[in-house]
């Protein structure tokens, strides 16, 4: 069964406003990821953040991770039509390994 | 530095038929991984290893075999190919479980007919 799971499962904004979705997940874990993919496309690894972790960012990326409530949350500040894609989280499905699954994902438009 | 590529980058099969896929990493990385990506379900672990000569199942093996006989090269068999295996199959490397950021081919698409 899939690790994760995104919610929405689509969203669509204006250029400039901001897009959060969020990923919940089943089992304990060691970090969490976040990829982009572009139609078509292989996946993007964008961010990383470990289980120790509350909050990271980078550039207009901000995610957040709440081990209590099993659940992460990518916010994109000031979107642009170039983030248009689908965004998936990704984790271990068991502690102690690396199988790293995803879930679903959020497909993100952003009209210009 | 060409990362992660996958071979060939579309085929068609016709239903009983065999082939593989290859996938080739030149980052030194340790764990390698297959996925297959369906509409709407993202991304599905068909089988991942954890370094040369390891192979291990993920959550949907069946129908599959994988061999790492070189730590570079991770390919992935279809023995008997079946109309339910039609999809895109992606292939991933990462360097370490400390260091999982995963590196993605451009992907497969394959169809069975």
């Known amino acids: 069964s899939q690790q994760g799971e995104e919610d929405p499962q689509a969203l669509s904004i204006q250029e400039g406003e901001n897009a959060t979705m969020n990923c919940s997940y089943k089992t304990s874990i060691n970090n969490l990821q976040w990829y982009r993919q572009n139609s078509g496309r292989g996946l993007v690894h964008l961010i990383l953040?470990?289980?120790?972790?509350r909050e990271k960012h980078s550039g207009r990326l901000r995610v957040t991770l709440d081990t209590s409530k099993k659940s992460s949350s990518l916010l994109i500040t000031a979107s642009r039509a170039a983030d248009t894609a689908s965004y998936f989280c990704a984790t271990a499905a068991n502690f102690n390994n690396n199988d790293m699954r995803f879930g679903a994902g959020t497909r993100l438009t952003v009209k210009p | 530095n060409a990362g992660v590529t996958q071979t060939p980058k579309f085929r068609v099969l016709k239903t009983g038929q065999s082939m593989t896929l290859l996938c080739a990493q030149d980052m030194n990385h340790e764990y390698m991984y297959w996925y297959r990506q369906d509409p709407g379900m993202g991304l599905r672990l068909i089988h991942y290893?954890?370094?040369?000569?390891?192979?291990a199942k993920g959550e949907v093996p069946d129908g599959y075999n994988v061999s790492r006989l070189k730590k570079q090269n991770f390919l992935l068999g279809l023995e008997s190919a079946a109309p339910s295996q039609t999809s895109v199959y992606f292939c991933a490397s990462s360097y370490s479980r400390a260091d999982p950021e995963a590196f993605f081919g451009q992907g497969t698409r394959l169809t069975v007919v």
């Open positions: 290893s954890v370094g040369e000569g390891t192979t």
């Open positions: 953040i470990r289980s120790n972790e």
